[in-house]
Each structure stands twice: as structure tokens, then as C-alpha cells.
């Protein structure tokens, strides 16, 4: 009999052990039931989170009544972010006035006319029509005229001469053949008159 009483202590401090154990992991449950209910598997970085997995529930449930007791009205701040994104299109419409000065007035043609220069045939006087700072027409006011000769020679240079203008947008135009004096009274002529006109 003395001999039973230690081997008995031992088996019941060990049977207790265990039972204690046992009831240990039979609390600890294998897999979360939320991890369990979504279909993943259980791993220890899952069981370590699985606690903070009901902490957005709180929330939203928090959420949902504030919806059902009409306390997203006393909420001003959603509503009144609404006004302050509004706030801009008044302002793009200000500037909408602004695009009628990008349509600008053509510049109004002005004519200029030259000085009348005296050649041995007679005098010329060039007047140019200006748009903006581009020669758009040429005429010659007075030409050689004093006798036949001179009418022909300035009824065939002229005209040439206000083409050649028109193309050269200057007065470095060149002479016309047969027609010396007259195209050099005409370029005279014109240089003064681009002279006035500030060009």
C-alpha cells in the first residue's frame, strides 16, 4: 500500500495535465468562422489578423442605422462639398466673353501717296493702298504724257510696274525695258510714299 500512493499521484497529476491540454485545443478552434465562411484557408498570418477582421463590421453597422434614422441629413459635410464643386462653372463662363476679342477686326486698308518726282518726260506720283503693312494695290497718279511717245511708253510700263510692286512689297522693283526714266521716277515715287507710311 505505500507503494501505490506515488504512482497514484503521478497518474492523476499527468491525467489532469493532459485533460487540461485537451480542453485547451479543443477551445482554440482550427479555423476562423469568418476565414471558414469566405472559403480561405486558415494560416497563421490569417489567424493572428481573424481579431481585426470584426472591427469594419462595428462600422458598418454604425453606418446602417445613421441611414435608417435619417442622420445622413445632420451630415453637412458631403452635402456642402456638393455646392464648392458647382462653384467653378460660373467661372469658365466669365471667361466667355473673352472670345470675341480673339476674333479681331481685319486692319483697315489706308492709302499713302508719294512725293511727284519730275523726269525728263514728265512727272510721276505713285499711290499705294496699304493693309496692315502688305502694299495690296498700286497706281501711278501722274505719268509721262507730254506726247504720243510718252503716253505708250507709260501706258505699258505702268501697269508693269504696279504688278511688280504688288509682287516685291517694296520699292526694289526692277526697270521695265524702253522705259528707264519712267520706272526710276516711279520707284521714287514709291519709296517716298512707303517712307510715309512708316515702312
Known sequence: MRYRHPYRRTVLAVAGTVSVIVALLALK??????????????TPSTAAASPAAPSPSPSS????????????????????????????????????PAAPETTTAAPAPRGVTGATVQTEHG?????????????????????????????QISSTAIPQLNQRTLEAQSADIDTVSGATYTSTGYRQSLQSALDRAGL
Open 29 to 42: 478552434p482550427d479555423r476562423d468562422p469568418a476565414l471558414a465562411r469566405a472559403g480561405a484557408p486558415v
Open 61 to 96: 453597422a454604425s453606418a446602417k442605422p445613421s441611414k435608417s434614422t435619417g442622420r445622413a441629413s445632420d451630415e453637412p459635410s458631403p452635402n456642402r462639398s456638393a455646392p464648392r464643386t458647382t462653384a467653378p462653372p460660373p467661372a469658365r463662363t466669365s471667361r466667355a
Open 123 to 151: 512727272p510721276v506720283q505713285v499711290r499705294i493702298t496699304l493693309t496692315g503693312s502688305r502694299i495690296t494695290a498700286a497706281t501711278a497718279l501722274q505719268s509721262p504724257a507730254g506726247d504720243p511717245r510718252s503716253e
